[in-house]
């Protein structure tokens, strides 16, 4: 465990944490709202993410608290989601509610610490990575394990059911499947994933707008839900297609008129997600980075003009980033509207490169963007 974690425990509860984990943050690498529309992703895990420590208590009772916080208490037989200041421990809390009604034995309660070394409001999913390093920390306190893919269930299920928010697989399964240098492929249909190596000489920057649209969460909702909308013009006339990822450019072509121009590009930017995916699959396989890097920057395009879950920050830093030398694409990364643009460049792009992106993005949008250099790290794991 980080001695920060270590450090918050023992100040808060007086005692040290029987066990600990850490669940990585990620980077959405392509395959953009493909999750829950049963299409195809590839993204990292990083070296940042969240720590949990955990020791059992003598009553029923649970007590959460975070960096900087106070302790947030309340009892294992009403988990129930709240708003206001403590949302944040809905995470911890919808994860426990999952896990209890899977039949894991919670005779007594917790004591549970947790830190981050994840910037906050970034789009690097530390919801995802609190739940797996809960669920972890859970299972280690009360004897149940899980492999990856029961790990990552656990945590969507919580982020669906008791937080509310209709996301898919990639952030969970990515942040328990990540591995050192390498990227995870996730084939939503099916629940399948992979790894492949990051290509030698290849790095990733994450720069943060800063920029937070106010609804953000209502958005996303706003998106599934038109998503769903255009599969259910497009299963009249292909009613073998159970996703929007079984639909091919063709079938949407020809349903331009049912659909209506805001349904058909919600559903194109799906469709060409999943084509770019499998272009950045192959582009990898031949080792032509550029063609990777095509793949990413038309993605973003795609989220501009037809998803339109991007927003002006965005689109100021990622044409900066375009234009570099070293520079392979650039695109927003994770759910949009606000947070992040990753960069996928090689070696030589450096800091003094990096901060003079962020000075031009500050001198045109008035805010300062933060930027991180980061690495493609392991999963989700007991420390
Ligand atoms: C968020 C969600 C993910 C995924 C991305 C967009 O990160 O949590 O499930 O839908 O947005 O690809």
Redesign the pocket.
């Known amino acids: 465990m980080s001695n920060h974690t270590q450090a918050l425990f023992k100040s808060a509860y007086q005692q040290d944490a029987e066990h600990a984990a850490f669940a990585p943050g ?1 980077i ?1 690498f392509i ?6 529309n049963g299409g195809l ?1 590839m993204g990292a895990a990083v070296i940042e993410g969240i720590t949990v420590g955990i020791s059992r208590r003598d009553d029923r009772e649970i007590h959460i608290i975070s960096d900087g916080g106070q302790v947030v208490a309340l009892n294992l037989d009403a988990l129930n989601p709240t708003q206001g200041p403590s949302a944040w421990t809905n995470y911890p809390i919808g994860v426990t509610k999952v896990m209890r009604d899977l039949g894991v034995s919670m005779p007594v309660g917790y004591n549970l610490a947790v830190t981050s070394t994840l910037p906050a409001g970034a ?1 690097m ?1 530390s ?2 990575a609190f739940e797996l390093a809960t669920a972890l920390a859970l299972g280690a306190l009360y004897s149940y394990e899980t492999d990856k893919v029961g790990l990552a269930h656990i945590g ?1 299920k919580a ?1 669906n059911e008791f937080v509310g ?1 209709p ?6 399964g990515v942040s328990a499947f990540g591995e050192v240098d390498s990227l995870v492929s996730i084939d939503c249909a099916t629940v399948v994933f992979g790894t492949t190596r990051m290509p030698e000489d290849t790095h990733f920057w994450i720069f943060n707008s800063n920029k937070k649209h106010a609804l953000v969460d209502s958005a ?1 909702a706003d998106r ?1 839900k038109e998503c769903h909308d255009a599969l259910a013009i497009l299963q009249k006339t292909y009613p073998e297609a159970k996703t929007l990822s079984e639909i091919s450019q063709e079938q949407l072509d020809s349903s331009k008129e049912a659909l209506g121009d805001l349904l058909y590009r919600r559903a194109a930017h799906i469709v060409g997600e999943n084509d770019r995916v499998r272009a950045v699959k192959a582009a990898l396989a031949a080792g032509d980075l550029q063609a990777v890097g095509d793949a990413l920057n038309a993605s973003h395009e795609s989220s501009r003009v037809n998803f339109e ?1 991007s927003v002006e920050q965005l689109n100021v830093l990622t044409n900066l980033l375009m234009q570099q030398p070293h520079m392979y694409g650039a695109r927003l990364t ?3 509207f606000g947070g992040a643009v990753m960069a996928f460049t090689n070696s030589e792009f450096g800091d003094e490169q990096a901060q003079a992106v962020a000075a031009a993005y500050e001198a045109k949008c008035g805010i300062a963007a933060t930027v991180i250099h980061t690495r493609a790290g392991h999963g989700a794991r007991v420390l």
Request: proline share 0%.
């Open positions: 990620r959405e395959g953009n709202h493909t999750d829950y992703v789009g999913s919801s995802a969507k982020e928010m996301c898919g697989i990639l952030d969970q996303y599934h879950n994770g759910g949009g």
